[in-house]
């Protein structure tokens, strides 16, 4: 019983210290960069998707030259409309245009959104606002997002519907074939 016991305890820690390091997910690839001025010192934009394309989900993150530590900031993401829209779970819990950049979470000596979409194909404009010891200072960015990936949104539907609608005509039809079978129910059922 010992054995068992002492074996028991001993798998069950072997897993969970081996689980840890196992449930850490990696930060994605980053696969292109933009540096831009940021004041005296710059601010690098880097995607985990390029060319962008609107819809599809990827992650951006902001690094300023000097590191996070002590500054903090916001980002404004202007639609090709000309409105700022909010992008992501930061800005929909935000509520408001300008996004406070938040550390990334799979790196946290950057900041970053994760997993976000931008929603219409054009020239979207990112408006950074870093606030550091030195002072406040600004950047911005404009980025073309070509069109959606995969068919046209019509014929996407057009297929997901369309095995509904063979259940919704077989439906029918057993109902309508039935009919006659329900009326001599209801007519002998003195219930």
């Not at 590191?67 to 992008?87: D, F, M």
């Amino acid at each position: 019983m010992r054995r068992f016991l002492f074996g028991s305890v001993l798998t069950a820690v072997l897993l969970l210290v081996g689980a840890a390091p196992a449930a850490a997910v990696a930060p994605p690839r980053m696969v292109h960069s933009e540096v831009l001025p940021l004041g005296g010192s710059t601010l690098t934009v880097s995607f985990s998707d390029w060319p962008l394309r609107a819809d599809r989900s990827l992650d951006f993150t902001f690094a300023p030259a000097e590191g996070i530590a002590g500054r903090g900031g916001t980002v404004r993401a202007v639609s090709p409309g000309g409105s700022a829209t909010q992008l992501g779970i930061v800005g929909l819990l935000a509520g408001d245009p300008d996004m406070t950049l938040a550390r990334y979470p799979r790196d946290p000596d950057v900041w970053g959104l994760d997993a976000v979409a931008l929603p219409e194909e054009g020239t979207w404009r990112f408006e950074f606002t870093v606030r550091g010891p030195e002072g406040t200072s600004r950047a911005e960015l404009a980025l073309t997002a070509g069109p959606r990936p995969g068919p046209p949104p019509a014929l996407s539907w057009t297929v997901g519907l369309l095995p509904w609608a063979v259940a919704a005509l077989v439906l029918a039809h057993r109902w309508i074939r039935t009919r006659p079978v329900r009326r001599r129910i209801g007519s002998s059922w003195n219930g």
